[in-house]
T-cell receptor, first 111, second 114 residues
Framework: SQKIEQNSEALNIQEGKTATLTCNYT??????LQWYRQDPGRGPVFLLL?????KEKRKERLKVTFDTTLKQSLFHITASQPADSATYLC??????????FGSGTKLNVKP | GAVVSQHPSRVICKSGTSVKIECRSL??????MFWYRQFPKQSLMLMAT?????????EQGVEKDKFLINHASLTLSTLTVTSAHPEDSSFYIC??????????FGQGTRLTVV
């Protein structure tokens, strides 16, 4: 079965710095990968989608890369702000559009 | 973006009773909806795929008689936890597929079985 790994340890960074989160996967070749933000007690919110034939995708301060050879996606938040503090989930989309999520990485941006 | 509404946001029920959770896509039609369960500090675990007009597809290890799913219309899917027990206490989240690519999530339902 597919396995999706995200760093379980919280990432603590200073405001203004770039946060980089990692998503690694095995036993799978997804057509695309997505990143979501989840705040405590809330459902995930869609951020970005990147397809297998795309190397990089940007949206405002967010950037996602997708390396199908390494089976890895990196999620960057530039000029980070305390409001960016949340848990970030990567999701692989499988057959029949089933979404499989990593356990998420908690980001803490300190002012 | 598309909006998915989940209701109720919190429910407390007695052991042995059944609880129904609703998931509605408010401004789009969703032929496919998904139900997830999430334990504290853990990932979303896909429970089942709900398809409008047909039977739900359950993931391995999920009891279909325990978690009844009905997707009666293009905007509504329901999850009924039958004969709930304390171990069913969890955070349940639904999502609806938009344009076959993006998943929009409901706010989640915190179920506590006492």
């Amino acid at each position: 079965s597919q396995k999706i790994e995200q760093n379980s340890e919280a990432l603590n960074i200073q405001e203004g710095k770039t946060a980089t989160l990692t998503c690694n996967y095995t036993n799978y070749s997804p057509a695309y990968l997505q990143w979501y933000r989840q705040d405590p007690g809330r459902g995930p919110v869609f951020l970005l989608l990147i397809r297998e034939n795309e190397k990089e995708k940007r949206k405002e301060r967010l950037k996602v890369t997708f390396d199908t050879t390494l089976k890895q996606s990196l999620f960057h938040i530039t000029a980070s702000q305390p409001a960016d503090s949340a848990t970030y989930l990567c999701a692989l989309v499988g057959n029949f559009n089933k979404f499989y999520f990593g356990s998420g990485t908690k980001l803490n941006v300190k002012p | 973006g598309a909006v998915v509404s989940q209701h109720p946001s919190r429910v407390i029920c007695k052991s042995g009773t059944s609880v129904k959770i609703e998931c509605r896509s408010l401004d789009f039609q969703a032929t496919t909806m998904f139900w997830y369960r999430q334990f504290p500090k853990q990932s979303l675990m896909l429970m089942a795929t709900s398809n409008e007009g047909s039977k739900a597809t359950y993931e391995q290890g999920v009891e279909k008689d325990k978690f009844l799913i009905n997707h009666a219309s293009l905007t509504l899917s329901t999850l009924t936890v039958t004969s709930a027990h304390p171990e069913d206490s969890s955070f349940y989240i639904c999502s609806a597929l938009f344009r076959n690519t993006e998943a929009f999530f409901g706010q989640g339902t915190r179920l506590t079985v006492v």
